[in-house]
């Protein structure tokens, strides 16, 4: 696992863009694993306005996969998670919807076994996006999920379903049941990029990172990957014991050896 603390949110954002556009010159038809909810969303503005600029790399024949999706919405509805992947970044990056995939809620008792074949197919995906909840989990994989799970309808606990409740009209509104990657799919993507910022992030980065491998912290699985990057603004970082050697770590490798 490789632990960067750097200063702002902002370098976090710039540094993830970077890790992005370096896979996706690289390999022009990369799978991309692309996360919704706020921490990644100042990366994906960072690549939109290179995009936009005309310096980033061409999308056209990139894949992406969704980690997750509501269960229980109209079609079309602005707050599925494949809307809000839509306005946050693949719109603006020219990525066509149909090569924006998401498990189908339409059939939610064949589309997690369905959504495991249809990444077999593409070939697994190359870069997964992440961020991280403040209790450690990672997608909809709350505490006590299994390690070894797969893509499955999940129940939303309250708290996250309050957490939710800001993108919809009333609390009510927010659905009870989604379609989720499981911890052991996650695990699958040949690089994992985390990313987390603000001080309410810190405890569970803490845990993932360097606590035991454990149910109660589903991100701390990371620690079985052998290609993880976890980048942190510095108060995400703020309850690591070894923030200080993980800056200097990072500081002290030559450019091309970074992420």
């Not at 994989?141 to 939710?164: C, I, M, W, Y």
């Not at 290609?227 to 309850?239: E, F, G, N, S």
Request: aromatic share 4%; proline share 7%.
């Amino acid at each position: 696992m490789e632990v960067v603390p750097l200063h702002s949110a902002d370098e976090v954002a710039r540094l993830a863009a970077d890790t992005v556009e370096r896979l996706v010159r690289e390999r022009p038809d990369a799978v991309l694993g692309l996360a919704t909810g706020s921490s990644p969303v100042p990366a994906y503005r960072e690549l939109v306005r290179r995009h936009e600029s005309g310096v980033a790399p061409s999308y056209a024949g990139v894949r992406c996969v969704l980690l997750d999706e509501y269960l229980g919405l109209p079609a079309g509805h602005p707050q599925t998670y494949r809307a809000t992947i839509a306005r946050d970044v693949t719109d603006a990056l020219g990525i066509p919807a149909d090569r924006v995939h998401a498990p189908d809620p339409a059939d939610p008792e064949r589309a997690g076994s369905a959504y495991e074949a249809l990444l077999g197919d593409l070939g697994g995906v190359d870069l997964q996006v992440l961020g991280i909840g403040t209790d450690g989990h990672l997608a909809f994989n709350e505490p006590g999920s299994s390690l070894g799970s797969r893509t499955r309808v999940k129940t939303l606990t309250e708290q996250t379903r309050a957490d939710n409740a800001r993108f919809f009209g009333a609390p009510d509104e927010v659905p009870r049941h989604v379609l989720t990657q499981g911890l052991a799919t996650i695990g699958d993507a040949r690089h994992l990029l985390l990313v987390a910022t603000g001080a309410s992030k810190a405890d569970a980065v803490a845990a993932a990172v360097e606590g035991p491998l454990t149910a109660s912290c589903p991100a701390s699985v990371l620690q079985l990957h052998p290609h993880v990057t976890v980048l942190l603004d510095a108060a995400a970082a703020a309850r690591l014991a070894n923030a200080e050697h993980y800056r200097h770590v990072y500081a002290g490798k030559p450019a091309w050896q970074r992420l």
